[in-house]
């Protein structure tokens, strides 16, 4: 079946650092991807997608790009900031959303 | 925001008790989902319905049963309540190309 591999945290920046999180998938057929963030006491957000190879998402100054020859879907952002402190997980859809576990992201002033 | 919420937003309760978590959507959208979130296993999806009436079981379903008879309720139920079912729990709905989600139900069973 289809699953999510996302890279494990925690993980502790500094502020205006660079931020990569890895997230790898397995499915069948072509599905769309998703970047989903946490923040503390609150349900999840969708904070982009792609729907096809080569496809970028990008939003609030992060980015991701459907990989389909290396089946990845890796977030990036160029300068973090204390905001950006939260949970991001990758995910998947066919008629349902496959999650990977989370990878836990602290900015630090 | 999409209007999703759910009810309670807290439960403590007991080992062997029945619980019954609310999701209530004003959008109209045919699908909605049963989230539980743990530490280290992401989200995982406990049941799903596809209209009213109309339901299937996700990847964690033992021990939760849920409900859907009108298009804005999706009701998710522990008949036995068990400490291995102390978690949050998401709502969703299903809009065009993304999942919308509540804002979690935190249970905790003693």
């Known amino acids: 079946g289809n699953s999510v591999t996302q890279m494990e945290g925690p993980v502790t920046l500094s502020e205006e650092a660079f931020l990569t999180i890895n997230c790898t998938y397995t499915?069948?057929?072509?599905?769309?991807l998703f970047w989903y963030v946490q923040y503390p006491g609150e349900g999840l957000q969708l904070l982009l997608k792609?729907?096809?190879?080569?496809d970028k998402g990008s939003n609030k100054g992060f980015e991701a790009t459907y990989r389909k020859e290396t089946t990845s879907f890796h977030l990036e952002k160029g300068s973090v900031q204390v905001s950006d402190s939260a949970v991001y997980f990758c995910a998947l859809r066919d008629y349902k959303l496959s999650f990977g576990a989370g990878t836990t992201v602290t900015v630090r002033a | 925001d999409a209007g999703i919420t759910q009810s309670p937003r807290h439960k403590v309760t007991e080992t062997g008790t029945p619980v019954t978590l609310r999701c209530h959507q004003t959008?109209?959208?045919?699908?909605m989902y049963w989230y539980r979130q743990d530490p280290g296993h992401g989200l995982r999806l406990i049941h799903y319905s596809y209209g009213v009436k109309d339901t299937d079981k996700g990847e964690v379903s033992d021990g939760y049963s849920v409900s859907r008879s009108k298009t804005e309720d999706f009701l998710l139920t522990l008949e036995s309540a068990t400490s291995s079912q102390t978690s949050v729990y998401f709502c969703a709905i299903a809009g065009e190309d993304e999942q919308f989600f509540g804002p979690g139900t935190r249970l905790t069973v003693l």
């Open positions: 792609a729907t096809k190879a080569d």
């Open positions: 959008e109209n959208h045919r699908y």
């Open positions: 499915a069948t057929g072509y599905p769309s």
